[in-house]
């Protein structure tokens, strides 16, 4: 038996949506405003999981400029039948407020790490989408329909139609096949089928502390379903729980019959209950129980630190510490700012360096240049070696801990053309609050054009180091307070935050005259 603790992603990987095809598993999770989109995983042994090209590489597919933070890719569902991979998901171009402009899209391909479809419009009528293939050889597709009537529930039930295949495009009428219980917060639909049933799960209590995974059945897929007496899983009523906002599930089997879901967790930290990696995914064992329901194999609703699985072991290369930038293209890992790195930068006009150029600041939510990769631990340091010869104060390149454009730390260097010196400064924005934690406003580094950045996090404090050799590194600024770094931090100001805290690479160019920034490595290790 193998056994995997929990997070098995860790880091901001919600919303997952696993499946199996013969001993290959897959699991997609959402990415929200970065690209590429739709971060996609691989697994022999539901334990060790290598990560795939993303499906959405392409503008054409996936079109996020202007969205707002946390937009973009919502709840990416994967599916397959008779020899093709189907993926359905959203990109929330704006949700704030009553409102919200969510566009459903579906792609398919025969090859999951090859190219895939241009995407076929499905609906906007809410988000989640689902694809289910019934054993008839019809197609449907469930999302929630979101209200926007002030007086009314806003998750206003499961929606469902059928697709054709042959025309690409859903066709009958639409029905809301099931209202939710009492909780609330219906969505993230996904149907199965086992013994003449068809069972939908959904999440239910909304992202938060009162999420959790609720299972209904119905002997006839349009309805009506029956709700399971109890959830499956939630931490809603267990505050003590180190796994908390438990929710947003999928099912998947093992050749040897073996049930187990995959589902969102968040680990708060301290007596601030802040989840400053976002939310991660987990998987549990599930069993049928003899009333035909689904249950967690250790009883309860409250999910594990580990679980076990009998399966040959297939293990996965971890990824090196420390990444030299001669790679021939970006590795999935590395994330981008709503738009393909090739609209920013390079890998191939400097051989052996990632090349950016200065575009907007860093609060665009249009058309800035930022290279990251996920904060994966609660505990970690990043290192990068880069090389920037500013001009002008408005000319920027540096190391940035980045949840969104409204909550961020950023270490940059740019020029005091006045005085005849570059200098390193910080910017922190909190909750749409900015400032500057430097005594003096900035440390002069002369006419160094070449510098290593390091930034350390330690479960609610950032601190940031520089160095002119490599070797030799210096504390700049005081301790940071890295709580903002969550979804929780948004309820301050009244918005929603659902993704999780990024380390990375940035250049801006107030001037417009696109300076570029070279950067030689990066290094990530846990501490």
């Known amino acids: 038996m193998l056994t995997a603790k929990n997070p098995v992603l860790s880091g901001f990987h919600p919303d997952p949506s696993i499946m199996r095809v013969g001993d290959d598993f897959y699991l997609a999770t959402s990415t929200f405003q970065w690209f590429e989109g739709v971060q996609l995983y691989h697994s022999r042994d539901l334990v060790n999981w290598e990560e795939l090209p993303s499906p959405l590489r392409r503008i054409s597919q996936l079109d996020m400029q202007g969205n707002p933070n946390s937009g973009g890719i919502w709840a990416p569902c994967l599916s397959y039948c008779d020899g093709t991979f189907y993926l359905v998901y959203t990109n929330t171009r704006n949700f704030h407020g009553i409102f919200k402009d969510t566009y459903n899209y579906l792609v398919t391909t025969k090859d999951v790490c090859g190219e895939w479809s241009e995407p076929v419009y499905l ?82 209590g909304g992202t938060m502390y009162n999420h959790g995974v609720q299972l209904a059945r119905s002997r006839n897929i349009w309805g009506p379903y029956e709700a399971d007496p109890m959830p499956l899983l939630t931490a809603r009523h267990s505050p003590e729980s180190k796994f908390q906002r438990t929710g947003h599930a999928s099912l998947v089997d093992t050749p040897k019959g073996d049930m187990y879901v995959a589902y969102l967790i968040g680990r708060p930290i301290c007596e601030k ?180 950045l390091r930034a350390e996090i330690d479960l609610l404090t950032v601190r940031f180091y520089y160095s002119l050799d490599g070797e030799r590194f210096e504390r700049i600024g005081s301790d940071l307070d890295a709580s903002s770094l969550s979804d929780e931090a948004y309820g301050e100001i009244g918005h929603e935050g659902h993704t999780g805290t990024f380390i990375g690479m940035a250049c801006q160019d107030l001037t417009g005259l696109q300076n570029h920034a070279d950067f030689r490595y990066f290094e990530y290790k846990s501490l």
């Open 123 to 204: 609906n906007s009528s809410g988000f989640d989408p689902s694809m289910f293939h019934d054993d008839d050889g019809k197609k449907y597709i469930v999302n929630m329909r979101w209200d926007h009537r002030m007086e009314k529930n806003d998750f206003s039930g499961i929606l469902m139609q059928e697709y054709s295949e042959k025309e690409k495009r859903l066709i009958g009428e639409p029905k809301v096949i099931f209202k939710g219980t009492s909780v609330g917060g219906t969505e993230a639909p996904h149907i199965y089928k086992k013994n003449g049933y068809y069972y939908l799960m959904v999440a239910e």
């Open 273 to 452: 209950s802040r989840c400053t990696l976002g939310r991660e995914t987990a998987i549990s064992q599930v069993v049928w129980d003899e009333d035909g329901w689904l249950r967690l194999k250790d009883g309860g609703v409250l999910v594990g630190d580990s679980y076990e699985v009998d399966l040959p072991e297939h293990r996965v290369a971890p990824l090196p510490e420390r990444e030299y930038f001669d790679f021939d293209t970006l590795p999935p890992h590395f994330k981008t700012l709503r738009l393909p790195f090739d609209k920013m930068g390079n890998l191939d006009e400097r051989k052996g360096y990632l090349r950016l150029y200065g575009h907007e600041a860093i609060t665009s939510c249009n058309y800035q240049s930022l290279v990251a990769r996920r904060l994966q631990h609660h505990k970690a340091q990043a290192t990068i070696e880069m090389e920037f010869d500013p001009k002008t104060f408005q000319q920027m390149a540096g190391l940035t801990v980045f949840y969104d454009t409204y909550n961020f730390f950023y270490l940059y260097l740019s020029r005091d053309e006045e005085e005849g010196y570059n200098a390193l400064r910080i910017i922190v924005r909190d909750n749409l609050k900015f400032y500057n934690p430097l005594e003096g406003g900035f440390v002069s580094v002369g006419n160094a054009t070449r510098l290593w």
